[in-house]
Structures are given as structure tokens and as C-alpha cells.
């Protein structure tokens, strides 16, 4: 099911994470490993403006803003990103690559992702306010149908798995992920059903899991009840479908700001 991983990288201590655990999803699944760090074209236009001005934080001197310089610090900040995807696939010992490329930073990634079977974002590639939102990225990795992980500081995949079910193709699609992530664990991921009619949901459970799989139904919850009970749940990754069903994006920005772990959303 999922042979490439894709990992969008930067500077951040959140794109490590993104790195490491996508490494440890790869382990899992025998997948390879791809890293990309995108030269932002936008901030190369910004520097040659004649109003950019650069101000040394040491030495609080400024004058104008130089391209050679900022191309200097991306060369610097991909090299420091390549040693990241490095130390997270030689200790999951998997296949990896890296490359560099220049453009819009969003643009960039989605093209990537179309050869990807899943995306691995820290927070800087979904997000850039204070609390924690949807970004244009994200929404169009959503939109175009891909597996995103999105991750926090310090985040890992780890066990129990929790996945929402709402019986829609995304959420059959959720499923089927969870069931073969958690049979390469060993341990069978906890399943909470969202929707009006409980038994087709259940029936659809005990179908694809068998009857060991701890269920739970939460009717039509709304977003916060959602993501308390996946709190509650203590999920070490939560795969949440997104669209086609009763669960939307509501619920993955409930996700994202109340559980403390991983998210993966299906789409």
C-alpha cells in the first residue's frame, strides 16, 4: 500500500520530527524514504527587491539584502536538512533520497507528493500561526486524494493506533491502513465509529478485523467530543478520514489541537 514516503524538509526541530517518523513508518512498511527541501522561490524575489534590507542580530548593523548571501544560507539549511533524513534512515535502516529543488514552497511539494504514497509534513509545512490551522498545503494534499502525517515537536508513531471509521470510501481507505499498520506491530488498532447507524459500521469492523478489535461508538460527535475520546484513548498515531463522510476538516483541526500524538489524515 504505501511504498514511497515523501518527507518535506526545513530548519525546524518539527521537520526532524517529521523525518524521524516518517523513517520509522518506512521500517515498518519496507518503503522508501524521500526527502525534499524546497529552495522558497518567493523569498528569493523578496531579497532582490531594493526595499529588503538585512539587520545582523549580533551586531544590530543592516543594509541591503544580498541573494548571494540568502542562496549561502539555503545551501547551508538543505546540507543541515540532508544530515537529518540521514541520521533518521540509517537508524531505521531503509532506502532514502534527497533532493533539492527551487519554486513555490507548497507548489514544490505537491508535486513531489504525486509519486508519493504518503507525505510526512512537521508542523512548519502545515501551519505558520501561532495556533494550530489547516495551511494551503495541506488542504491541497487533501484535496488531490494523499495520506498526510502531520506532526508536532518530539511526535513518533507509536502504538496503540486509533482510527475513525464513518464507513465512507476515505474512511474504508482508514481502515484498511490502520488494520496493516497495526498487523506489522502486532497489536490491533482501536476503532471508533462515527455516524448514525452503529451496526453497518460494526459489521464492516468485524469484516475487515475480526472480533478482537476494540471498538467504540461515538454516534454523530462533534469535532471536540472526537478528539477528546482519541485523547482519552491514548492513541500513539490517530488515522483520521477526511471528506465523503461525517467527518471533515473540522475534525482534523479538533485533531490537531487536542491530540497529543500523530495524525494521519486519509483522503
Known sequence: MIRRILVALDASPDSQAAAEAAAELAALLSAELRGLFVED??????????????????????????TEDLERQLRVHAKRAEATLVRSADRAGIRWSFRVTRGPVAGEIL?????????????????????????????????????VLLLERSSTVRLPIVVLYDGSDAGREALELAAHLAGKRGDPPRVL????DEEPLRAAVRERLGEGAEVRWLGRAGAVAVSGEVKRQGGGVVIVPVGGGDLGEEHLRALLEEAPCPVLAVS
Open 41 to 66: 522561490a518567493e523569498l528569493l524575489r523578496l531579497v532582490e527587491s531594493p526595499l529588503a534590507r538585512h539587520m545582523g542580530l549580533l551586531t544590530a548593523t543592516h543594509g541591503g539584502a544580498e
Open 193 to 196: 465509529l462515527i455516524g448514525e
Open 111 to 147: 508535486a513531489a507528493a504525486a509519486d508519493a504514497d504518503l507525505v510526512s509534513l512537521g508542523r512548519i509545512g502545515w501551519t505558520m500561526r501561532h495556533k494550530r490551522a489547516l495551511g494551503t498545503t495541506v488542504r491541497a494534499l487533501i484535496a488531490q486524494r494523499g495520506r
